[in-house]
């Protein structure tokens, strides 16, 4: 769905990686959520993720959806970051995919991630990239 | 509670159905599944579809299709779990028998996929992963599923090979079954050479795009045996359903399908039965390694000897545990809301002795499992011969 109101809301964690940290039993939450799965706190404070972390899983998208036509082969990995956190992202800069591995070091760095056609919204957010490249 | 039992059955032919609509599906299953039963009325009607809207642009499902057969007035209620839509539609139904609210009640589940194109049905599909979180940086379900296999393969050894050996065995069962949408034998090499999807998974390790329905007819065990005479009763005699997280970023192990394992729990404590009990299982294979790791959440086999026990024999037809005797997803077809009630029409077939060259002799407990998402919910059954 390409709506400018969700883009617009989702800006504090799709742009600045903003999180909760529940002030009950520490575990952060991405994205924020009213009542921790953890531990049932309901109180939190904001916590900005770290940039680096690992690849947990990954795949290369051959078949897209639509909105993605464009941007295929389309690797993706779920992204443990440094504090355990865990995050879908795509991976950028990747020049042969064979060359991707679960354990592999990478850093988040913010990204055009898809486009509503000519016209339309374009959304930003964060993809993960080798890190040290 | 009250005994339940499925009294009828019935299903469309699956497959890219282009002449028919969606409300002919529903229909031609349900009145197959009544005139299997017998009866013309019903107290209520269930649907499982995962996507009327996305696929075809039709809500309001339920009393779109109670008035299609002409019950207008009977009560309808159409219930979504992605893809276990389906064995959520036959767990509606069975509550509501059991607990006296009806006494007998059509269960059916339907997906008609084929009226939008590739893209467009990935997309709808990909709803069921979350739609912020994961679908946003486009993510698709082969995508998922091929980030589960990775890690079952790293943590486990699980093959290449073996994952190619659920194809290969789900098409030589879905040659026997006329209402498969594929009658295609395949083999380990046309799996592993076919198109990449979503590295490691390939085209042949996907269940496909397809159109279809299934119906069941529910009533209470005591009416059946009524209605039955000295014909054999099968009895609901366990239902369980779980959900877990939709993200798999929160998943606590993802070498592991968590609601399969409790929806499993659940059934297996209900119908008093273990995994050593049931003689043959229809399992969610929407991709072929979803059956090698649903056949480890159910019991059948230790976690990460799933790859093992396909490479063995032991889910073949004639094996210890026949897996998937209908063709499975991979075969059969996945209209995705009709699946759930199709695979209990399968278990049904085989414990009446009616599954014709697919038979699995001496049938007398069986399961079916399905599941929405990648693995976010998941719905199982045990039916017995009483």
Not at chain 1, 14 to 28: F, G, M, Q, V
Not at chain 1, 32 to 39: D, E, H, I, M, Q
Not at chain 1, 113 to 122: C, Q, Y
């Amino acid at each position: 769905m390409f709506s400018p109101a969700r883009a617009w809301r989702e800006y504090p964690q799709r742009y600045r990686l903003e999180a909760a940290k529940c002030t009950e039993c520490s575990k952060i939450l991405y994205p924020p959520r009213l009542v921790c799965p953890a531990c049932g706190g309901r109180t939190f404070t904001p916590e900005i993720l770290p940039r680096e972390g690992k690849v947990v899983t990954f795949t290369v998208i051959r078949v897209p959806p639509a909105g993605f036509t464009e941007q295929t082969p389309l690797p993706l990995a779920l992204v443990e970051l440094a504090n355990g956190v865990r995050l879908m992202v795509q991976i950028g800069d990747v020049e042969n995919p064979e060359t991707l591995e679960i354990g592999m070091p990478v850093r988040l760095e913010f990204r055009r991630i898809s486009w509503d056609g000519e016209a339309g919204v374009i959304f930003y957010g964060h993809k993960a990239v080798r890190a040290g490249s | 509670m009250r005994d339940v039992a499925v009294i009828g059955i019935g299903m469309t032919s699956f497959g890219e159905l282009w002449e028919t609509p969606l409300r002919s599906l529903w229909a031609e299953a349900a009145l197959a599944a009544l005139d299997n039963a017998g009866i013309d009325s019903v107290d209520l009607v269930t649907i499982g579809c995962m996507s009327s809207g996305l696929f075809t642009g039709q809500e309001h499902l339920a009393s779109l299709l109670a008035d299609e057969l002409g019950m207008a007035g009977v009560p309808a209620t159409r219930v979504e779990s992605a893809c276990a839509s389906g064995g959520l539609a036959v767990r509606a139904g069975f509550a509501e028998v059991a607990s006296g609210l009806c006494d007998t009640v059509l269960v059916t589940g339907v997906e008609k996929m084929t009226d939008v194109d590739g893209a467009d049905a990935t997309y709808a599909l990909g709803t069921a992963a979350d739609a912020e979180w994961e679908g946003f940086h486009g993510v698709t379900f082969p995508g998922l599923y091929a980030m589960l296999a990775r890690i079952h393969m790293q943590k486990y050894g699980t093959t290449r090979e073996q994952l190619a050996r659920v194809a290969v065995k789900n098409h030589a069962n879905g040659l026997l079954n006329p209402h498969a949408q594929y009658h295609l034998k395949v083999t380990v090499q046309d799996v592993v050479n076919s198109t990449l999807v979503a590295d490691p998974l390939c085209l042949l390790d996907c269940s496909p795009v397809t159109d279809g329905a299934a119906a069941l007819v529910l009533t209470t065990a005591e009416r059946a045996r009524e209605i039955a005479g000295d014909k054999p009763v099968v009895v609901i005699t366990g239902s369980g359903m779980a959900t877990d997280t939709v993200t798999l970023a929160n998943r606590a192990d993802l070498a592991e399908l968590g609601a399969v394992k409790l929806a499993g729990e659940r059934a297996y404590a209900m119908a008093r039965r273990k995994p050593e009990d049931i003689h043959l299982v229809e399992v969610h294979d929407c991709f072929t390694i979803a059956e090698i790791m649903a056949t480890e959440a159910l019991g059948f086999f230790n976690p990460g000897f799933g790859g093992s026990a396909v490479e063995k024999g032991l889910t073949s037809l004639q094996g210890k545990i026949p897996v998937n005797t209908s063709g499975g997803l991979k075969s059969k077809g996945h209209p995705v809301g009709a699946t759930g009630v199709a695979q209990v029409v399968e278990i049904v077939s085989q414990l009446r002795g009616e599954a014709g060259q697919r038979q699995v002799q001496g049938a007398k407990i069986g399961m079916a499992q399905n599941m929405g998402g990648s693995g976010g919910s998941s719905v199982v059954h045990i039916l017995e011969v009483v």
